[in-house]
T-cell receptor, first 113, second 111 residues
Framework: AQSVTQLDSQVPVFEEAPVELRCNYS??????LFWYVQYPNQGLQLLLK??????LVKGINGFEAEFNKSQTSFHLRKPSVHISDTAEYFC???????????FGKGTRLHILP | DSGVTQTPKHLITATGQRVTLRCSPR?????VYWYQQSLDQGLQFLIQ???????AKGNILERFSAQQFPDLHSELNLSSLELGDSALYFC??????????FGSGTRLTVV
C-alpha cells in the first residue's frame, strides 16, 4: 500500500523568504505525485503533479517540486513567499491515473510579516 | 469554478439523522471520488465510482453509502449520524485530459 508522510505539520516563514515543504512517500510500485493547496475555507487546488519525465516540476504561483526516486521524496519549494501563500499544503500519491489519491496529513504554511 | 459542483455547501443536522450529499462531476468525466476531511483523520478516501459502477472502496463506514447515476452525478448517503461524522466531504472527478478536479466541498456539522 502507498503512504505519504509530510514531515512538518506547520512551517513559519518570513514574507519574501524561501520555503521548502517536505514530503516522503512509500510505495512498492511507480507512483504519480501531487501537491495540492487548500486556502482557508476553500476546496483543494492542484499546484503541480509529477507523472513521468523531468524530475523538476513547475506549478502554479511560482511553486516547484523535485521528484527524487532514490530518497522517495517530492519536496515543494518556492524561492520567495507572499502573504497570499498562507494555506495548507497536501502532498499526495496515486499508483496510476485512475487510482484514488492518498493524501498526507498536510503542512500549514504561516507567512510572517 | 472547478467544474465539479457539490451541494449543499453547508449542512447542519442532529445525531441519528440521515443526509445526502450531491456531486456533479465535470462534463464528460466518468470517475467520481469521495473524500472525508476531518481534523483528526485528515483527508481520507471513501469510495470511487466509474461510469455507474463502484470501482474502489476506502475507509467508508457501513453507515455510509454512495451511488453514481446514469447522468454521472453521484450521491453520498450518510445515516445514523454521529458527532464524529462532522467533517468536510469532498467530491472529485477525473478525466483523461485534465486529471483530478475537486469540488469545493460540503461542510457537515452534526449536533
Amino acid at each position: 500500500a502507498q503512504s505519504v508522510t509530510q514531515l512538518d505539520s506547520q512551517v513559519p516563514v518570513f514574507e519574501e523568504a524561501p520555503v521548502e515543504l517536505r514530503c516522503n512517500y512509500s510505495s512498492s510500485v511507480s507512483v504519480y505525485l501531487f501537491w495540492y493547496v487548500q486556502y482557508p475555507n476553500q476546496g483543494l487546488q492542484l499546484l503541480l503533479k509529477y507523472l513521468s519525465g523531468s524530475t523538476l516540476v513547475k506549478g502554479i504561483n511560482g511553486f516547484e517540486a523535485e521528484f527524487n526516486k532514490s530518497q522517495t521524496s517530492f519536496h515543494l519549494r518556492k524561492p520567495s513567499v507572499h502573504i497570499s501563500d498562507t494555506a495548507e499544503y497536501f502532498c499526495a500519491v496515486s499508483v496510476n491515473r485512475d487510482d484514488k489519491i492518498i493524501f498526507g496529513k498536510g503542512t500549514r504554511l504561516h507567512i510572517l510579516p | 469554478d472547478s467544474g465539479v459542483t457539490q451541494t449543499p455547501k453547508h449542512l447542519i443536522t442532529a445525531t441519528g439523522q440521515r443526509v445526502t450529499l450531491r456531486c456533479s462531476p465535470r462534463s464528460g468525466d466518468l470517475s467520481v471520488y469521495w473524500y472525508q476531511q476531518s481534523l483528526d483523520q485528515g483527508l481520507q478516501f471513501l469510495i470511487q465510482y466509474y461510469n455507474g459502477e463502484e470501482r474502489a472502496k476506502g475507509n467508508i463506514l457501513e453507515r455510509f453509502s454512495a451511488q453514481q447515476f446514469p447522468d454521472l452525478h453521484s450521491e453520498l448517503n450518510l445515516s445514523s449520524l454521529e458527532l464524529g461524522d462532522s467533517a468536510l466531504y469532498f467530491c472529485a472527478s477525473r478525466g483523461d485530459r485534465h486529471g483530478y478536479t475537486f469540488g469545493s466541498g460540503t461542510r457537515l456539522t452534526v449536533v
